[in-house]
């Protein structure tokens, strides 16, 4: 009787972090593609990076685009890697694990567990407000990138799913240039030696065009 009263807990766990993830999804399947403007600011230790101004595009599923004439640095892992994630119902187990306070308000958080042990992405965490079916904070810990932390504020644009504001914290040891990284470097310069284990990039992000319709071939330019 105990393990069957487990199981069902289990299950009913489950289901509501399926039903969750759903409605997120289906926030998010209202955006077939989109431009926007961006701010980013960088804090990464050993690397010296000036605050630029950046257009990113998106298509779905996954394409996506930066252009920019200064340096800038992103991890597509806070961009497309997620929604590729959340889209293969059959990539990864949904589960509650609970609720946490952000920002004040009540979020569920859901632990994704991959289906695939050898894939790339090893595990995957997202906290969502669930009177909104909007993702306010996700990690990710992947093979190649380490743990890549992303916590997002809405604006105008919350009806999408879209944020107006991202901070994202990446595992500085994993985090590699170029490699799973958006990068436009035109000038760097070496800062003093930093113990610190993570960096942090702030984006601001305004003037979203959204559904206009991106050809595929632009993001092979």
Do not use: C
């Amino acid at each position: 009787m105990r393990y069957l009263f487990l199981f069902l807990t289990f299950s009913l766990f489950a289901q509501d972090a399926n039903k969750t993830v759903a409605q997120v999804l289906a926030r998010m399947n209202k955006v077939r593609d989109y431009r926007v403007e961006t701010q980013i600011k960088s804090d990464i230790p050993l690397i010296k990076i000036m605050p630029a101004k950046a257009t990113i595009y998106f298509k779905q599923p996954e394409k996506f685009r930066m252009i920019t004439k200064g340096i800038a640095i992103l991890p597509k892992k806070g961009f497309t890697d997620l929604t590729a994630l959340l889209r293969d119902k059959s990539a990864y187990n949904a589960l509650f694990t609970g609720f946490e306070v952000i920002n004040g308000v009540k979020s569920e958080s859901i632990t994704l567990l991959p289906t695939d042990d050898s894939g790339e992405i090893v595990l995957a965490k997202i906290w969502v407000d669930p009177s909104a079916d909007v993702i306010l904070k996700s990690q990710i810990t992947s093979r190649t990138n380490g743990t890549v932390l992303s916590t997002y504020v809405y604006g105008a644009e919350k009806a999408f799913g879209l944020p107006s504001e991202m901070n994202i914290t990446v595992d500085v040891k994993k985090f590699k240039i170029p490699k799973g990284v958006v990068v436009d470097i035109n000038r760097t310069a070496v800062a003093p030696v930093n113990t610190r284990k993570t960096g942090q990039i702030h984006l601001l992000l305004s003037n979203y065009v959204i559904n206009q319709g991106i050809e595929d071939k632009f993001f092979k330019e």
